[in-house]
Each structure stands twice: as C-alpha cells, then as structure tokens.
C-alpha cells in the first residue's frame, strides 16, 4: 500500500506474518536474533561513532513506522543510533522494525512485554551510548534537518540541556491542521509554567543531553498518558535548561487510538504528577504558587467525577475533600454539599461534556447490578 509522500520519496508498506526469529534472509547479516533483538553485524561500529541516540516506543505501528523510521534515517545528521522498542504489540510492528534493522545497521530492534511509552523509552536509552537522545514517537515524521539543527544548538550552547522545535499537526490523510508548542517565555520558572500552562513541547520535538536525562532517573514506569509531561516537569524542577527552536518543525500525526485521547488515564496521571510535585514544594519548605494551588484542585475534582461517573462514589468523595486542601471551588458549604452527593456534577462546573460511563456504571454514577 501506498503512502502520501510528506518529506521526500513515496513509500511503500509491506506487512507480512509475524514469524520471529525466522524468515529474514541471511543469517550472516544478523548479529543477533535472540532474546526479542534484532540488529545488524556492523551494528556495534555505528553505535561507537554515534552522536544522537534515537529512540522510538512502538506499540501496534505496523501503519506507521515505516514512514517513520524513513524520515529517521533520512536526517543529514548520519552518527545515528537508532533503536525501535516493540512495547508488546500485537500486531506486525516487530516484523517491520527487524526489518529495517537487517538493512540499516544504524537500526537495532528489540521487544518487550506491554508497559507502557515511559519504560520503553528508558530501556531504549538503556542500550545507547550517545551524548544526546531524542525520543521519537512511532507515528510522527521528522523533518530531514531535525537532528543536525539541534544538534548543532546543543554544541554551541553549552548551558542549555533541552532543545525542542515546534510540531505541525496532520492526519491520517496527510492534511495539516494547526501548529503545536510554544516558546516558553522567561517570566516564571519553567516548572511552574508546565505545571499550569500544559507542555509547550512533545517527546518528538526535543533533542537532550543524556546527562539531563539521567539526572531525574528517565521516565516513570507505569504512566501511560502524561508520563511525558511528568519527565519534562521533573526535569525543570532539577535545574535542566530548555530551549524554543522554531524551525524546523516536526510532523505530529493525529488519529483517534492516541494515548492522549484516554481521559481517564490523562487525570489519573495528572492527579499522581500533582501529588509529588506538592511533596517538592512542602519538603523544600517553599509556598505553592496560586495557579499550581488551583491547577491541582481543578485537576482532583475531574479525577473524583470520572471515579463517581464509573460508580466508585465513596473514592469519589475522598478525592473532593482532598481537592478543598488546594482551594478553589466548593468556597461555601452550599456548594460543597451537591458536590459530595453526586461528584460528576464538577464535569458542568467546568462546562465539559462527560464522557460515557465505564461498563458496568449508569449514568448517574452507581454500579450496575449483575444479572443472578
């Protein structure tokens, strides 16, 4: 099947049966096919002269990841190590990065059981040595700039740890939609304008030194929507210093199977990202800013309306006790009531749509009863 052509040649997918380790033509171009990898024989000396480490998560992109790894390998920047972590798909995602690694020995392949972008990205990094990362998500498409820019910034600029461009959107028919990220302006440290004014940058977008990235440990395991922002805010919090590079920009595909489509999973990891960060701010003795203060409390409150939405009313209430230790509304008792009834009633506080309730809950809140 034929791709649009975004950044260069048309490309041509070609999907076969998932049958690792066998099937890829001669042995003697393999170096290894063992425990989930695959790379080339000539690997090893790509991977001692790399400069930038490439590490893309991939989780069910047999569609995408040809385009991807194209524009990868198509950077004028050739000291690339690039490793493509199979986070358990099920379909033939692994077949086509194993592929691409029998061909391009800047390409190494390896695969894993489903845990989730954060910890495929750091077991990515974990097989690298070059001085700068960029994580790379399996459905987007760099320009052929990208890297070398960056780069080339970073060199130049030693005090600066994170370099990110901006991200022209499209779809999945090729059509560009708008433009995302922003140059953060220095009027308040960064991590406070992360923690209210969202991410200004995509894993995508950045280029960053590995000693940034080591700094805070990676990404945290187990977080499955915002687990970027989390690693971006912690980095800011550390002292790491970000960057804004408008060109050139990255393609940032958008379809309707994102991760960042999960609403649930959004303020569950939001709600977790706030816990810690007013840990920081209580260990370190120092005053939460308002906005952090009413970002949290806005961000507890959609958390307790999807619990009572999926019919768990009890933690529900807890959450919307917690939510009055950041202020904001309920400010009266008369407000606080209705909400401790019926906690989803925060959904048209905000003016939101709620979302459909889980199997299993009604719309107001309670659980189903099960059939006898």
């Not at 989780?59 to 190590?81: G, I, K, Y």
Request: with cysteine; charged share 25%.
């Amino acid at each position: 099947m034929e791709t649009r052509a975004r950044l260069g040649k048309p490309l041509t997918l070609v999907t076969e049966p998932s049958r690792w380790p066998f099937g890829y033509g001669e042995p003697s171009l393999i170096l290894g096919v063992r425990e989930g990898a695959v790379m080339h024989r000539e690997h090893a000396a790509f991977v001692d002269a790399a400069r930038i480490a490439v590490v893309i998560p991939a989780f069910r992109a047999a569609d995408t990841l040809p385009e991807c790894l194209d524009s990868v390998l198509a950077q004028t920047e050739p000291r690339l190590e690039v490793v493509v972590v199979d986070d358990g798909s099920t379909d033939d995602t692994f077949v086509i990065a194993a592929r691409m690694a029998r061909t391009d020995p800047r390409v190494r392949t390896v695969r894993q059981q489903n845990r989730g972008p954060g910890a495929a990205r750091n077991h990515g990094a974990s097989l690298t040595t070059a001085p700068y990362i960029a994580f790379f998500d399996a459905d987007d498409l760099m320009p052929p700039d990208k890297l070398a820019t960056q780069a080339r910034f970073l060199d130049d600029h030693p005090g600066i740890d994170v370099t990110y461009s901006a991200m022209e959107e499209f779809d999945e028919e090729g059509d560009r939609r708008r433009t995302l990220g922003r140059r953060v302006e220095p009027k308040a440290p960064l991590h406070e304008t992360l923690l209210t004014g969202g991410m200004p940058c995509l894993p995508s977008a950045t280029l960053q030194r590995r000693s940034a990235y080591e700094t805070v440990g990676g990404f945290r395991s187990g977080w499955r929507v915002t687990e970027d922002w989390d690693y971006y805010l912690r980095m800011a919090v550390s002292g790491s210093r970000f960057a804004h590079l408008p060109d050139p920009a990255v393609l940032y595909r958008r379809h309707e199977e994102q991760r960042s489509s999960d609403v649930r999973g959004y303020f569950a990891d939001c709600q977790r990202m706030m816990e810690s960060i007013h840990r920081v701010y209580r260990e370190s003795r120092r005053p939460v800013p308002e906005q952090v203060r009413l970002r949290a409390h806005w961000i507890t409150l959609m958390q307790a309306a999807l619990l009572d939405l999926d019919g768990q009313r009890p933690r529900a209430r807890r959450l919307v006790l917690r939510s009055l230790l950041f202020g904001g509304r309920p400010g009266n008792l008369c407000e606080l009531l209705p909400l401790l009834r019926r906690p989803a009633v925060a959904f048209h506080w905000a003016g939101l749509e709620p979302p459909e309730p889980r199997s299993g809950a009604t719309r107001d809140g309670q659980r189903r009863a099960t059939p006898a």
